[in-house]
């Protein structure tokens, strides 16, 4: 029995703060801390992926893809998929049905422009659904999702009371960077996770979830964060202890997403 691994990078550049600060612009120490992420960390990032030749997805706001080109080919060159995380990184939840319409529009395009192909799962900038992201995710044809925190294992996205064909692959706050190790302004005493523990904790949750049949280990990370040299050295840490474990399978989102539907889909059809 393998499980599938799945390694997702939000590429959040500068949008992270800008996003949340009117004031921003005028603050370049601010959003100096993402313009690491696609100068700097990102570079490590596909190196040590290179390394272990391990296919990742990236979801990545538009206004991100069209300021930072270089970076976006460095990604596509690699051979990683590009898929949606809006167009500004801005909290959908404060910005209403037109605006929140909006957002999926124009990251939509800027990955269609920048890919020539068109995304295919949306991860929200607000790590929460409105009442009319489901819809819009339907409405751009997106066929998989990586949005909640309810189980180890896909499981077609409930609209409310209607179950969808969207296929959504869950993840985790302690299989993600940024409670660990993401600096924040507003909170400059906040004490941070050494790497050690933090490379413990993912391993723990490998050594359990394989166990389980059916499950899937999602890391959720941002280049930004995990990009620095003790924090990708914890990546590190994980990814060798996976791979000795001997069963692992390393898979780009889509293409697990693609796996599950059929399965998904025949169970959902036969309850009903």
């Not at 960077?177 to 050494?194: E, I, K, V």
């Not at 359990?208 to 941002?222: N, Q």
């Not at 924090?231 to 990814?239: H, P, S, V, Y």
Request: some cysteine; glycine content about 8%; overall charge negative.
């Amino acid at each position: 029995m393998t499980t599938p691994v799945l390694l997702t990078f939000d590429l959040d550049a500068e949008q992270l703060w800008s996003a949340r600060d009117p004031e921003s612009a005028n603050k370049p120490v601010w959003l100096s801390q993402g313009t690491y992420g696609p100068n700097v960390g990102l570079p490590r990032i596909l190196r040590l992926l290179g390394r272990y030749d391990i296919p990742v997805t990236f979801f990545i706001p538009g206004m991100v893809i069209e300021n930072h080109p270089r970076a976006i080919e460095s990604i596509l060159e690699a051979g990683h998929e590009i898929e949606h995380h809006s167009h500004t990184h801005t909290w959908s939840d404060g910005l209403g049905a037109e605006g929140e319409l909006e957002e999926f529009e124009l990251g939509y395009e800027a990955i269609v422009r920048a890919t020539g192909r068109k995304p295919r799962g949306w991860r929200s900038p607000a790590g929460e659904l409105t009442p009319n992201s489901i819809a819009y995710m339907e409405r751009f044809g997106l066929d998989f999702s990586s949005n909640l925190f309810d189980s180890d294992s896909a499981h077609l996205l409930a609209d409310r009371d209607r179950v969808t064909d969207i296929v959504e692959l869950p993840f985790a706050w302690v299989l993600d960077d940024a409670p660990f190790f993401l600096y924040s302004n507003r909170l400059p005493g906040r004490t941070m996770s050494a790497p050690s523990a933090v490379a413990e904790s993912w391993i723990r949750e490998w050594d359990g979830i394989s166990t389980e049949p059916g499950t899937h280990f999602m890391l959720a990370m941002h280049p930004q964060v995990i990009g620095r040299h003790s924090r990708l050295w914890a990546l590190e840490q994980t990814l060798t202890h996976i791979m000795e474990s001997g069963n692992a399978e390393f898979l780009r989102c889509s293409a697990y997403a693609d796996r599950m539907r059929p399965l998904l889909l025949e169970e959902r059809n036969g309850q009903s």
